[in-house]
């Protein structure tokens, strides 16, 4: 892991653990995994153990659980569009994913193996270490972490299956020959187990890991969502009602709460020189070297930087609008002037404009919407997501080195500010108004007219603060699906042919997707083929 040991030991115990024997298994949800994550005597010695650990944490680096992940979690969303395939509406992740009609997507496909293989690899942990209650020495103390980690990864991996695929196999237990094959467990179940998991990972995780490393606060947090989302779907209810869901998840809440601190700078959490930040919650660790992280590469706009680089994300026009009328922006808003627009978070998420990086100036100058209001094709008519954008442009490898933040402090304080609005304990503003502070706007009216208001403003407030960061597909969801086409899909489907925020040009059919609205596309992906295909326990 980063700052804890070089990248080459990393490398070396990667390598050792990946690669240096054959596939064991070959079977359903992907869970082959190499003999060294299920050999139990890796975990009898404290070092292997930590190496194992590490290698639990490289399996959600790999393409198919960072790049693939984020690509699907951010496009089915109704948030995003992309210019993947080409700068057009018809393309196949627009007309299908982006349009929240994904089908069988190959992507989502594979996303579905990444997990899985990270599954496996905490099984292997799980089942073969053992925990002390009261551990009395240094290596007691590394085993009960590592446990800790294993079942902290399982359950985040499971909740980002069930929020994607809804019911899905639960694995808990390592393949064997026999056992090659799992039914469907109902998502309400995976859930109960989530919580189990991740109890056990904020009862374990001690802190022995170090920096960079998640700690027990991202169990309670991870603890905290999934309360959230039962809270609001009545059919994940095991007992009670919704308000006991939304005390569980204050609860789980409020043991994070205070443990950390917002950063001055909200652009500086995307950058290689504000990692592992006092925001920071639960943060990959991204080696250039190592992981072959390729964020940089699919993620900054065409020509930015030096090398290859392919622009994948954009922020639909109509969520961007949204957020600029907010806090301020309307149609006199002058996009060639930022600083005229108050909310600090704006330069940070979206970019309209840059200077092409094998051009000299003047030449080369890059408009697209807002800066370029005209909208007239596709390729100009909505901006770029800035966050995962290469921000050295002098830099040209394909593989780039920024972490990634998965959980951080703002979140959790809208969180917050979310629970205690349906709460009704008057604490909304205490945790809400950092998060405005620092963007520099202040609370918007709908804030003080009561807790409907407020609740729509709070679900919107996550898309300003967080969008493209891997939670929007989540986050427009567990409301239900009415909530989502009422507040997300309609309020876009029906502002084709008005006027935009900027300039006279429309939101127009050939430059935007017009969302599904049918409950059986827009709320879960379908079962991968290839788990339908090779596991004979699903239809």
Request: aromatic content about 12%; proline content about 4%.
């Amino acid at each position: 892991m980063k700052n804890l040991i070089n990248k080459s030991e990393i490398m070396k115990y990667f390598k050792y653990l990946i690669f240096t024997l054959p596939v064991l298994f070959i079977i359903g949800c992907d869970l082959d995994e190499e003999p060294p994550f299920l050999d139990e005597t890796i975990y009898t010695d404290a070092q292997s153990a930590q190496a194992a650990r590490d290698g639990i944490y490289q399996s959600l680096t790999t393409y198919n659980t960072q790049e693939r992940r984020l690509f699907i979690t951010n496009l089915y969303s109704g948030l995003m569009f992309t210019g993947k395939g080409g700068n057009r509406v018809n393309t196949r992740d627009m007309s299908t994913l982006v349009s929240l009609k994904p089908g069988y997507h190959m992507d989502a496909s594979f996303v579905w193996q990444g997990l899985y293989q990270a599954i496996a690899r905490c099984n292997g942990a799980i089942a073969n270490i053992n925990t002390t209650s009261s551990p009395s020495s240094n290596d007691q103390v590394t085993f009960n972490d590592v446990a800790g980690h294993a079942y902290f990864v399982r359950a985040w991996s499971y909740f980002e299956l069930a929020n994607l695929f809804g019911d899905v196999p639960l694995w808990l237990e390592l393949p064997s020959s026999g056992n090659t094959n799992k039914a469907l467990s109902t998502k309400s179940e995976v859930f109960q187990q989530i919580i189990s998991d991740a109890t056990n990972a904020a009862s374990l995780l001690n802190g022995n890991a170090g920096v960079g490393y998640p700690k027990a606060n991202a169990a309670n947090m991870l603890l905290a969502k999934v309360y959230m989302t039962i809270a609001t779907n009545n059919d994940l209810q095991t007992s009670g009602g919704s308000s006991e869901y939304w005390n569980l998840a204050n609860q789980a809440a409020q043991s994070v709460y205070g443990q950390y601190s917002l950063v001055n700078d909200y652009g500086s959490l995307f950058t290689v020189q504000g990692e592992n930040s006092a925001e920071s919650i639960f943060e990959l660790q991204i080696s250039q070297d190592a992981t072959n992280s390729q964020m940089g590469r699919n993620f900054t706009p065409w020509k930015y930087k030096a090398g290859m680089h392919f622009g994948w994300f954009r922020v639909s026009a109509f969520q961007h609008d949204k957020h600029l009328k907010a806090y301020g922006g309307n149609t006199n808003w002058n996009a060639n002037n930022l600083s005229t627009y108050p909310d600090s978070r704006y330069k940070a998420t979206y970019l309209s404009e840059y200077q092409r990086s094998d051009r000299t100036p003047p030449a080369g100058l890059m408009r697209v919407y807002p800066h370029n209001p005209s909208r007239g094709r596709f390729a100009i008519a909505h901006p770029y997501l800035f966050k995962w954008t290469e921000k050295d442009k002098a830099h040209n490898n394909q593989f780039n080195s920024q972490n990634v933040v998965v959980y951080r402090y703002a979140e959790l304080l809208l969180m917050l500010a979310e629970i205690s609005n349906e709460l009704g304990n008057g604490q909304q503003m205490t945790y809400l108004q950092p998060i405005l502070d620092r963007a520099g706007v202040t609370a918007r009216t709908q804030f003080s007219q009561g807790q409907s208001a407020f609740r729509d403003a709070i679900m919107d407030e996550y898309k300003f603060e967080l969008i493209g960061e891997g939670h929007d597909s989540w986050h427009v969801r567990r409301r239900g699906v009415q909530y989502f086409v009422n507040k997300i899909l309609n309020p876009h489907n029906n502002s084709i042919g008005q006027k935009v925020a900027v300039g006279a040009k429309k939101y127009a059919a050939n430059l935007e997707v017009k969302f599904s609205t049918d409950p059986n596309e827009i709320m879960k992906m379908p079962i991968p083929l290839s788990e339908i295909n090779t596991n004979e326990l699903i239809n």
